[in-house]
């Protein structure tokens, strides 16, 4: 009894000496180190996995696509509905759909298919655009992973504007903007381990004027740049022979039409010699920006 009471009072470090299996004694901050290493070590696995998932596959994207697809089957009024502000919204995502070599990335048919979509968005055609996106699902399987790489990045930038509507309705356009944003990042999401030969996405710069899209290009900035100093030369000489005519070579019935005659004879020139100014500037500025792609391109 007396041994029982001296060994309950003894410190823990004496206590584990007297014992058969001996205890070493840890400070207490070494102790918080040795458990608090193998967590940040599993945390740090988490987030590495985390952050580069395994690509889909096409059945998996089938999935997503007509998961998307269901999102989209709403009343056959529903886009002509919107304010003129979600309009706007819906045609600006429309052009993040399409914008670009969209048939070059996501190949002939998937391309043709979003540029159709694209269309129903702006026209606010609720029914043909469930119809064009109820056909993405069978393309899944023949897409590249580049193809779905592309895809699904094109689907992330339009799934923004669908959540910059906001709430709207029953929520739908949140529906889609969260699926839509969902099914991208997956199909994008560690595409590169995926595309092995694929040819990589070169990022383009477009300029949209309306229904027309241009691609903007070095060797187009170049021409450009020719076809503005060509402007330019012509609007000069024209500025020059129109004030190489005498003032007092012009014969007018009266007063009246000899003035109307110098004041366009002076717009004239302003304006043709303006445009020369203009033209010269034009052309420096495309050589430049020509220079700056190709320096990108590089």
């Known amino acids: 009894m007396a041994t029982s009471v001296a060994l309950a009072f003894q410190p823990f470090c004496n206590l584990s000496s ?28 988490l987030t590495e996995s985390s952050k580069y998932p395994n690509p889909i596959d096409a059945s998996e994207a089938r999935v997503l696509l007509q998961e998307l697809a269901d999102c989209f089957s709403l009343p056959g009024d529903y886009f002509q509905q919107l304010s003129r502000d979600l309009r706007l919204d819906l045609t600006d995502a429309a052009f993040d759909l399409s914008n670009g070599s969209v048939k070059e990335e996501c190949g002939e048919e998937l391309g043709e298919l979003l540029l159709n979509i694209s269309k129903a968005w702006e026209l606010g055609d609720t029914l043909t655009s469930a119809d064009l996106i ?8 023949s897409l590249t992973g580049y193809n779905r790489s592309a895809l699904g990045k094109r689907l992330v930038s339009a799934s923004r504007r669908f959540k910059s509507m906001g709430q709207y309705g029953q929520g739908e356009l949140q529906k889609i903007a969260e699926m839509m944003n ?9 595409a590169a381990s995926e595309l092995g030969n694929d040819r990589p996405k070169e990022e383009t710069k477009v300029l949209k004027f309306g229904d027309l899209q241009v691609e903007l290009t ?16 012509l609007s000069w000489k024209i500025g020059e022979g129109i004030q190489s005519i005498p003032e007092s070579s012009l014969e007018y019935a009266n007063d009246n039409a000899l003035l109307l005659a110098k004041s366009l004879r002076v717009a004239l020139l302003a304006l ?9 500037c034009t052309a420096v500025g495309l050589v430049l920006y020509g220079g700056q792609l190709k320096a990108e391109g590089k």
């Open 18 to 45: 007297t014992l058969a299996y001996r205890v070493p004694c840890v400070p207490f901050s070494r102790r918080l180190n040795l458990k608090q290493r193998p967590l940040t070590k599993v945390l740090f696995a």
């Open 134 to 141: 109820s056909k993405l699902p069978a393309l899944a399987a």
């Open 182 to 190: 969902r099914t991208g990042k997956l199909m994008s999401t560690n």
């Open 218 to 233: 070095p060797q187009k900035a170049y021409i450009g740049a020719v076809i503005s100093f060509v402007f330019g030369i």
């Open 272 to 280: 043709f010699y303006s445009s020369s100014a203009l033209s010269a």
